[in-house]
Nanobody, 115 residues
Framework: QVQLVESGGGLVQPGGSLRLSCATS????????MGWYRQAPGKERELVAT???????NYVDSVKGRFTMNRDNAKNTVYLQMNSLKPEDTAVYYC?????????WGKGTLVTVSS
């Protein structure tokens, strides 16, 4: 059974920072392309950041320069460092493990940016 466990969400004021974590098994971590998505209330789920096949990271334009995704291979964990948060970043953030024939999702962690 594929497990992706997110953590790190919460309530933060505009301009603040949060770091999300996504932990999974070693086989999932090594054999999939991992990324972060988010779904705001009343909107469709959108890609936030994902690793490319050559190890770089692609970001949606709205988070470029503010969010950073990285990984700790020893811990089988992917992180999303979110700085200069804005109210429009409010959403449930999901970790994704993409395989050629399937996608797996975590349960999500809520990020609320509000004063």
């Amino acid at each position: 059974q594929v497990q992706l466990v997110e953590s790190g969400g919460g309530l933060v004021q505009p301009g603040g920072s949060l770091r999300l974590s996504c932990a999974t098994s070693g086989s999932i971590f090594s054999n999939s392309v991992m990324g972060w998505y988010r779904q705001a209330p009343g909107k469709e789920r959108e890609l936030v950041a994902t690793f490319t096949s050559d190890g770089r990271v692609n970001y949606v334009d709205s988070v470029k320069g503010r969010f950073t995704m990285n990984r700790d291979n020893a811990k089988n964990t992917v992180y999303l460092q979110m700085n200069s948060l804005k109210p429009e970043d409010t959403a449930v953030y999901y970790c994704n493990a993409h395989f050629i024939l399937a996608d797996y999702w975590g349960k999500g962690t809520l990020v609320t940016v509000s004063s």
